[in-house]
């Protein structure tokens, strides 16, 4: 069993929509959560990151850990068709900086 | 500043080669990671230095890989013999180290090179 799972889609949803992205993991040791986005042939890119249980608001998008559960999400409000990439979740356990990621959930947002 | 430098940005090579990758991090930067990314796998931490110091390793798949960081701007990942399931797209990344006063999470703030495909025949 992975350490980190995610659903790798694709994830088809039309322009406006909201957009909810998940990963599940398994290490109670992870303390520190990210999620990166990744256009195609690009490398990935922070989106946003959260140290603790509960949620953090950037704009349109909010990433939401849930420890009790290992399960943590992004939720990308007012999706539009420049959202339309690779979601990967990222984790970390804490005195380390050796990150487990997910394999990936690619997203299209159809104008 | 020009971002995280890889080169080749693609490499071609038959099988039992020895191939080199290279990676200029941002300057000033403290951490340097190497990935590797696989449809099949994901992408997978291979390396990390801190301060041009190796730190965890696990991740490097056998001691066919090797990686060096001689100094705070340049890195290599060398693979020798490779073999046609090395194939895949390769990362670099750099970070900022944890700042008293602010930024302490700083190193989260990877930023990621544009990679290196490597084929593998």
């Known amino acids: 069993q992975k350490e980190v799972e995610q659903d790798p889609g694709p994830l088809s949803v039309p322009e406006g929509a909201i957009v909810s992205l998940n990963c599940t993991y398994s290490?109670?040791?992870?303390?520190?959560f990210m999620w990166y986005r990744q256009y195609s042939r690009k490398g990935p890119e922070l989106l946003m990151y959260t140290y603790s249980s509960g949620n953090k608001e950037d704009g349109r998008f909010t990433a939401q850990v849930d420890k009790s559960s290992k399960y943590i999400s992004l939720f990308i409000r007012d999706s539009q068709p420049s959202d339309s990439a690779t979601y990967l979740c990222a984790m970390r356990a804490s005195g380390t900086y050796k990150y487990i990621f997910g394999t990936g959930t690619r997203l299209k947002v159809l104008a | 500043d020009a971002g995280v430098i890889q080169s080749p940005r693609h490499e071609v090579t038959e099988m039992g080669q020895e191939v080199t990758l290279r990676c200029k991090p941002i300057?000033?930067?403290?951490?340097l990671f190497w990935y590797r990314q696989t449809m099949m796998r994901g992408l997978e931490l291979l390396i990390y230095f801190n301060n041009n110091v190796p730190i965890d390793d696990s991740g490097m798949p056998e001691d066919r890989f090797s990686a060096k960081m001689p100094n705070a701007s340049f890195s290599t990942l060398k693979i020798q013999p490779s073999e046609p399931r090395d194939s895949a797209v390769y990362f670099c990344?750099?970070?900022?180290?944890?700042?008293?006063?602010?930024?302490?999470?700083?190193?989260?703030?990877?930023?990621f090179g544009p990679g290196t495909r490597l084929t593998v025949l």
């Open positions: 290490n109670s040791a992870f303390q520190y």
């Open positions: 990344a750099s970070s900022l180290a944890p700042r008293v006063g602010g930024g302490l999470h700083s190193t989260d703030t990877q930023y």
């Open positions: 300057s000033g930067h403290d951490y």
